[in-house]
């Protein structure tokens, strides 16, 4: 085993830590705000702190809640990426502010925090997320078999077919994917990356016996087609799926209908 | 104001909530009321697995899981519900898989299964697999499983409504369930929902703790409302911490990790738990790991410059096992920490993770008004609820389970309830008064208290007395600590005073539900002069079946001058088959 002793971890993540250097710096959040009760107009403002750069994203963002201004809103939960409430658009890029630490975005310039984009924003980095859902549950996201007769146990599936779609799996229905497709943004018709990747996850299942409706639902004139490659979803998701491949493996079991 | 009116509806979205709507909108008008998205509630963030005696990879059977889950929760279970959790475990899982659930394999294509902490083979031998799992993201895989099953049976989901109030009408003295207030979080609109049956699914209240698992909207709103009206909440001392947290941050690393053969060690390097649990080693009950820790920590052997955590070894497991089983959390420790755990141990520490307590139900998911009063109408299941099937202490795996055992159970309870009750019950008058009142107060306060202030005091109290040891003096400073917040709180104000989206004003909502049920949980773990599961008293190191083997009923007493107070009454526990013994693992 390795031998515990006073490794590189000691002190990460806890501003408390008694080192001679303080850990903490300043650093600036510009934040884009919108509160159609204040002003029909979305504006930046900037806040400054002093923060341990080990610390998250979201961990700043309820500093100046806490202690600076209560009416930033935006939503959050788990805090660890798992719930996926936090997709937003920190210097310029989709990600989970809880999965991203200070000290990993320059902090010695400005860090530009906005609502993910192509969806309408309510309030701050709060968006409306209905019409995202409504794409997700569009591909019948759920398991659809034809046996007239239960088994009585677990259906039986191979380990390599249950590996087939894992990736998929790890879907947390955040947004980072789709709010930063171009094709997205441009009308807001086309399913989006997670949509398909939820529809992959079912038409890959040994069990499922309804591939053939998905794909013809995604063979749409909004669906599958519309991706253009940009890879923009996979470098976004915060999950770390291979979106851009997910689609592309939906792409070619509508050409070779061989999922 | 708007008025709704079903027949059943339910509180909460995570695994309890969504699966009693699967069962109850297939028998009745249903609606989900949640303040978060479906998918963003935390059962998602639970990892490890669901126990059930499926005996895919080797001997098992309900009655060893019964058993052990009695065990563990150092007989204060009621063990009539152990057992229904444990036989109806294996069901519940089959439930699981047949509605998609993409769980691991064995090599003949069965559900795979693992160890867990406590679990064990014929009454403690060795450790058994019991764990069914998905990878360590059993609950995501749980939590998207079961909204895939309600966007199937078309479930109606009201998101992020904050539901603030119960609503009970008196009829002949007895007190019935009328419908629930809500706030929509989106317009800052109160609406009333007027329904036959009302289900409680709204998880924990971890957040009252600083270093802890939970996310930060768990809140205790569902055990706060029913308390609030009168109801009693049930064993509140009783609180898991869960050993494995990452170091000063609470983050959840699994006790699948242990299952997957990963090892505890102090400063010397030395696998502590050898000492406490020569049996069961790493893979105690959870309470006696985290004493263990703590210990460890007390006598000097903590790593690090100030001693204050120990380590979570996997090295010694090859990379190919910690990417196949593990990957989640061995991703948290390289985001959060810098850490590789290929090559690195992990530093951890006790997180406050789980409350076996909660709002009173019988097996059936009805809640009880007393010792065995029911409330026609009301429901609770899931960690808001207590059944009681965790008693002191719940094992890992056992709450993935309760869910769905539980879930299910109120689900078509309450729904077989709104189908033979003819008519609604009526809704006092008035009935948003109170959620008005209380919105209005904290939107037009100009105090000076801060909600956050006063929630990191009452979190850092919570932490420094009743945590894994207590006594009596840290539980009276706990206690005194808490009156003054509550007072305190009275001054508080926001800053946000808007319609829309104010989550500055929810979370002062929030703060009050915390401080309320903080103040039960130190005051029923003063009360309890012994030593049980997840309440350890270094004053009484002992458990005490003749005076203490009983659960907690705690109510909430309002004089004649207005003045608040909380009375503590005892309610049998409920015993079959099972001796109290010494517990040892």
Redesign the interface.
Known sequence: ????T?????????PE??FADSPYITATFRIRRF????SAEAVWEDFQLEIDP?ERVLDALHKI???Q???L?????????????DAMRINGKNRLAC?T?IKDLSPEKPITVEPIKGLTV???L?VD?EPF?QAY?DVM???ITKDTN?PT???????ED?ER??DT?????CAACTSSCPVFWNDGQYFGPAAIVNAHR?IF?S??EAGEQRLEILNDKDGVWRCRTTFNCTDACPRGIEVTKAIQEVKRALITRRF | MKIHKYDTVIVGAGGAGMRAAIESTKRSRTAVLTKLYPTRSHTGAAQGGMAAALANVEEDNWEWHTFDTVKGGDYLVDQDAAEILAKEAIDSVLDLEKMGLPFNRTPDGTIDQRRFGGHSRNHGEAPVRRSCYAADRTGHMILQTLYQNCVKEGVEFFNEFYVLDQLITEIDGVKHSAGVVAYELATGEIHVFQAKAVIYASGGTGKFFKVTSNAHTLTGDGQAAVYRRGLPLEDMEFFQFHPTGIWRMGILLTEGARGEGGILRNKDGERFMEKYAPVMKDLASRDVVSRSIYTEIREGRGCGPEGDHVYLDLTHLPPEQLDAKLPDITEFARTYLGIEPYTDPIPIQPTAHYAMGGIPTNVRGEVLSDNTTVVPGLYAAGEVACVSVHGANRLGTNSLLDINVFGKRAGIAAAEYSATVAAHVELPEDPASLVVAQIERLRSSTGSERVADIRRELQETMDANVMVFRTEQTIKTAVEKIAELRERYRHVSVQDKGKRFNTDLLEAVELGNLLDLAEVMAVSALARKESRGGHYREDYPNRDDVNFMRHTMAYREVGDDGTESIRLDYKPVVQTRYQPMERKY
Do not use: Y
Request: charged letters at 35%; hydrophobic letters at 35%.
């Open positions: 085993m390795a031998t515990p006073l490794d590189k971890a000691d002190g990460a993540g806890a830590a008694g509160n159609s009760e204040v080990k809640k806490w202690d201004d209560g009416t809103t935006f939503r959050r939960s788990c805090a660890h990426g798992i719930c996926g409430s999965k630490l309510l309030k701050d709060v997320m859902f549950r996201p759920f398991l239960e146990r677990e259906r039986l599936q191979t380990a249950r779609f894992d799996t790890k879907c947390i229905l079912f299942d069990r499922d």
